[in-house]
């Protein structure tokens, strides 16, 4: 399970009055009974299934399990897991259609639009005026969910045994992308202040672990094993990489007859024990001869002659 936090820029809108059914919506959230003049309504664009700067997106089908999930989720400042950051609370959401846009995985574009209130306390009166004031615009939410799918070979992106390719690189004319499978969690969604995402405001980031470590144990040794487990995995990924490029090397060298791009396509689905077998067998087999002629063939299809045929220029 992956955590995931993302970041929606110009998210607010203001909502003037509440709609039929929504101060119930409200009410069933409270404990006592509110009047719509004791609270603020507002809009949240949460995120929506378009490409990200992760080269990452929801589908629809996400968006609308996430639609479920962000009922009641409550509103803080900067993903800071206090009781005391506690701002708003979404009461009611909806999947919001786009006309003419559509995703880089081809669907329809369409985003998830949150409804939120808070309470018009003297406490809140100053962000209240911020929202208002277009000041506070940018929205984060932090949720959690089963697979990140590569567009590429379908497996979980994160399993490097069954998956090697690399977000955002280009595969057979193919970007590799990642789909963000079956949300299991909503935690919280946050007001931040820094905008990313290229469309429809949302940020991205694989920022789970490092936030549930800092809320554990914000001054804890964790980070510097963190920033170790980090380097080792970019040292496996690029040992991976040169593995497939010598791989391939050795291959097009032992089998003359062997189309390149096909064996680039073979190699990437291979794992690291399997490369290594392929280069012994390919390194063995040029030992024994196997490598390709140095003799040129003859153009136009014509066969090389006969050694008898050049008896004349013998010495």
């Not at 940018?138 to 590569?150: D, H, Y």
């Not at 800092?214 to 963190?226: I, K, M, N, S, Y």
Request: glycine share 10%; with cysteine.
């Amino acid at each position: 399970m992956t955590n995931i936090i993302k970041e929606s820029q110009e998210a607010v809108r203001v909502e003037q009055g509440l709609p039929a059914g929504d101060l119930e919506a409200i009410n069933r959230l409270c404990r006592g009974t509110v009047t719509e003049q004791e609270v603020y309504p507002f809009a949240l664009r949460l995120c929506d299934n378009q490409t990200d700067r992760d080269d990452e997106y929801f589908d629809r089908r996400g968006l609308e399990k996430l639609a479920e999930l962000f009922v009641g989720k409550t509103g803080i400042f900067d993903h800071s897991w206090s009781a005391k950051d506690q701002t708003a609370r979404i009461y009611r959401t909806e999947i919001v259609e786009e006309p003419g846009a559509v995703s880089e995985a081809g669907e329809p574009g369409c985003y998830l639009k949150g409804y939120a209130y808070m309470l018009r306390t003297p406490e809140n009166a100053g962000l209240i005026a911020e929202i208002e004031g277009g000041i506070k615009k940018e929205v984060s939410v932090s949720c959690a969910v089963r697979r990140c799918v590569c567009s590429i070979c379908g497996n979980d992106i994160s399993d490097r045994g069954l998956c090697s390719h690399v977000k955002g690189r280009v595969y057979e004319g193919k970007r590799c992308i990642v789909r963000l499978e079956e949300p299991t969690d909503a935690f919280e969604w946050s007001f931040v202040a820094v905008p990313a995402q290229r469309r429809a405001g949302v940020v991205k980031g694989f920022g789970g672990l490092r936030q549930v470590l800092a809320a554990a144990d914000p001054e804890g040794a964790w980070r510097e094993e963190l920033l170790s487990l980090q380097k080792q995995a970019s040292l496996g990924r690029q040992y991976l990489e040169n593995l497939r490029q010598e791989t391939v090397r050795l291959g097009l060298m032992a089998e003359a007859s062997m189309d390149g791009a096909t064996l680039k396509a073979i190699v990437e689905k291979l794992d690291p024990e399997e490369l290594e077998a392929m280069q012994r067998c390919y390194a063995a087999r040029l030992e024994k001869g196997g490598a390709m002629p140095v003799q040129l063939p003859y153009a136009g299809g014509e066969k090389p002659r006969a050694a008898a045929d050049d008896r004349a220029f013998a010495i």
